[in-house]
């Protein structure tokens, strides 16, 4: 019994590019009912049609997840389409201005947006879906992190300060919601060749770096049989095994 | 009674009467007492349907227009009311007549178009409607021109925020299923450590006044319904074990014994709609025990608490809470009957 036996209705947040693009589609691939948001509207209606052409069950919806306003838009919209959200993936992140500013260096308003998308958004989102999953029984509710939330890397100050709070933000909840059925996990992604990683380090040798296919495709591996891994959980998707 | 005129900030911060079927007795409670009321084992069914954003302000004809939406039909159509002018600060029973719309006419909202399929009975205002959008399109437009219903008691402009609750999911509600705004997470993880079991049914909760004396004579319209096998399997299981089932909400109630009341007693999972009426004298077959707002006799929700306690106990019980100060409508206090 996996994950994705029964097709369950997932909610994936920045699936017009990079990893997040790459998870909307594996997750469709897996047999999820997908909707998928992202700020540019067509963007990800395009993905999603393009899911959709190949006999995929996708829905591209236009909304900032960084924009309390509509959080509830969010919900509302991706249970109407695909009925009560089972998983909910926060991908969806800013990394804030580039070229990367040092703490003192970053205005208070990007250091603001950046909480707004990368943290305070996912709490709204997950406060929205959680009781459900609650009343439910079982829900499974996936941050996207990064090696930033571990290690203090001069210049990742927003974006680090960030993706830690969301890190122990899902742990907190697993806390709250231990023996419900309602699981936390957090994966750091590892560094890819994405539109991200080259603003953030446009010399990076992306030779060196994975594809955000493969990790999506490694990620989706792991949470088609991650029900015994205990909620609030960190993983890193280098060290992801494929059961 | 005085109505509750904003939301709490603490869901649970309001006041519980529970008023015993057994006894007859009358107690002032707070929500977070509930889990001592109930028995490890008893049921609890939430109406688990979203609160859509119904209320959406156009034109038609040349004249401004409100539509309350009441839900989608299976055939992608909407039902819907149409209003006046104006907006909730006037009550619904003063606001002035809309345009009477043909099949064909055409309502502009904010970015978004709906086409008159037809006037449906009982009043020119109820129609059926079909938007120029579908899919992720439409409901993302959809949630941008709505707002929630609401009433002239409630001046400032709710959001989505203030009126889902806490368990809420599909949108299908044109109106909260307000009786389970006291439910929050706490409380929800307090019942569960007592060991009281939940599920959930989705009801499309209507509108609970248009200010048409026709449409509202026939209110509750026919209003669409969802029943998830993990609940059709705890219900019977729960009576079998002579536990109780306790309805969070009126459109619970409609929803489970309408379902029951079609299937010969079984409750099936599935979907469904109901036109069911409960007042009375009504036998039901599923639900024994009710929490619920406060209801007035005047209200239409009073009449299906009439199935499950006497005329004479209910108005003791609202007597008590008004000399209390308890607060009615979709934000005030609560009452278990029970």
């Keep these: ?243 | 009674m005085n109505p509750a005129r904003q939301p709490r900030s603490v869901r649970s911060a309001g006041r519980l009467l529970h008023v015993s079927l057994a006894s007859g007795s009358i107690a002032h409670r707070s929500p977070n007492q509930l889990p001592e009321l109930l028995e490890p084992g008893d049921l609890l069914v939430f109406n688990d349907a979203a609160t859509l954003p119904a209320s959406i302000a156009g034109r038609a004809a040349g004249e401004p227009i409100e539509l309350r939406l009441l839900g989608a039909e299976s055939d992608g159509s909407w039902r819907a009311v149409a209003f006046g002018a104006g907006d909730h600060h006037t009550p619904t029973e003063r606001r002035p007549e809309p345009p009477r719309l043909m099949p064909g006419a055409r309502i502009d909202l904010p970015g978004l178009t709906a086409f008159v399929e037809r006037a449906l009975p009982p009043s020119p205002r109820l129609l059926r409607v079909r938007f120029n959008a579908e899919g992720a399109e439409l409901w993302s437009r959809l949630y941008r021109a709505g707002r929630p219903v609401q009433y002239s008691y409630v001046s400032s402009p709710l959001e989505l925020w203030d009126v889902q609750t806490a368990y809420a999911s599909v949108p299908w509600a044109a109106e909260a299923p307000s009786a389970g705004h006291p439910f929050d997470t706490a409380l929800l993880l307090a019942l569960r450590r007592r060991g009281v079991e939940v599920a959930t049914v989705t009801h499309a909760a209507g509108l609970s006044s248009t200010g048409d004396a026709a449409l509202d004579a026939a209110l509750p319209l026919e209003e669409r319904l969802a029943v998830p096998a993990r609940t059709a399997d705890a219900i019977p299981r729960a009576r079998r074990a002579g536990r109780r089932v306790i309805a969070v909400g009126t459109s619970v109630v409609r929803a489970l014994e309408s379902r029951a009341a079609e299937s010969g007693g079984l409750l099936p999972a599935g979907e469904g709609s109901t036109c069911l009426r409960i007042g009375p004298g009504y036998r039901r077959q599923v639900v024994d025990g009710l929490w619920t707002g406060m209801h007035e006799p005047t209200e239409s929700h009073h009449a299906l608490l009439l199935a499950f306690a006497p005329r004479a106990l209910l108005e003791r019980a609202l007597a008590e809470a008004e000399t209390a100060g308890y607060l009615g409508h979709e934000f005030g206090d609560a009452c278990l009957l029970l």
């Design chain 1, 1 to 243: 019994m996996t994950l994705f036996d029964d097709k369950p209705a997932v909610l994936l947040t920045g699936a017009s590019r990079g990893l997040g693009r790459a998870l909307f589609e594996e997750l469709a691939r897996a047999g999820a009912r997908v909707v998928g948001v992202a700020r540019h509207a067509e963007a990800v209606a395009q993905v999603a049609a393009e899911l959709r052409a190949r006999g995929l069950e996708a829905h591209g919806l236009g909304a900032d997840i960084g924009d309390k306003r509509d959080i509830h838009r969010i919900a509302g919209a991706a249970a109407a389409l695909v009925g009560p959200i089972e998983v909910l993936v926060h991908n969806a992140s800013t990394l804030g201005p580039t070229p990367l500013p040092l703490l003192s260096d970053t205005a208070c308003e990007d250091f603001e947006r950046t909480l707004q998308v990368n943290l305070l958004g996912p709490f709204r989102l997950s406060k929205a879906l959680a009781g459900h999953m609650l009343v439910s029984g079982s829900g499974l509710i996936v941050s996207i992190s990064s090696d930033a939330a571990t290690s203090a890397y001069p210049g990742w100050g927003a974006y680090g300060v960030s993706k830690a709070a969301l890190d122990h933000l899902g742990r907190i909840w697993a806390a709250e919601l231990a023996g419900t059925g309602v699981r936390f996990l957090a994966i750091d992604p590892g560094e890819m060749d994405t539109d991200m990683h080259r603003a953030a380090l446009p010399d990076a040798d992306t030779a060196t770096l994975a594809a955000p296919a493969d990790v999506a495709a490694r990620i989706v591996r792991f949470l088609a049989h991650s029900q015994a891994t205990p909620s609030g959980t960190r993983l890193e998707a280098a060290k992801l095994e494929a059961a």
